[in-house]
């Protein structure tokens, strides 16, 4: 089971961090996804437990960072100099497999959170 949290409004140019608890932290890879209002759900970052890097995918390349959280079992995506066109709702998720950005891989998805970037 996954859970989002840590989603909310915020301006551009200004941060949040979005939390992903699940209830085992044993699969191979979770990542963060996103779906803006009529579009696909797109990648936006992985952390492997299989090789312990962590991917970024286009959307959050040089403003996103990835991270686990032993002490909080999360894994948490720090995003900062954000910008309208990142609102969206995020996604946490996690499979048996390798990091990826691709939807169909991945198994467990949680509900959701949604992150407006608005003045």
């Known amino acids: 089971r996954l859970v989002e949290s840590g989603g909310g409004l915020v301006q551009p140019g200004g941060s949040l961090r979005l939390s992903c608890a699940a209830s085992?932290?044993?699969?191979?890879?979770i990542g963060w996804f996103r779906q803006a209002p009529g579009k696909e759900r797109e990648g936006v970052s992985c952390l492997s437990h299989r090789d312990y890097n962590t991917y970024y995918f286009e959307p959050a390349k040089g403003r996103f960072t990835i991270s686990r959280d032993i002490t909080k079992n999360t894994v948490d995506l720090q995003m900062s100099s954000l910008k309208p066109e990142d609102t969206a709702i995020y996604y946490c998720?996690?499979?048996?497999?390798?990091?990826?950005?691709?939807?169909?891989?991945?198994?467990?998805w949680g509900q959701g959170t949604q992150v407006t970037v608005s003045s």
């Open positions: 085992r932290l044993d699969y191979d890879a």
């Open positions: 998720a996690a499979w048996f497999g390798p990091c990826s950005n691709y939807v169909p891989d991945f198994a467990s």
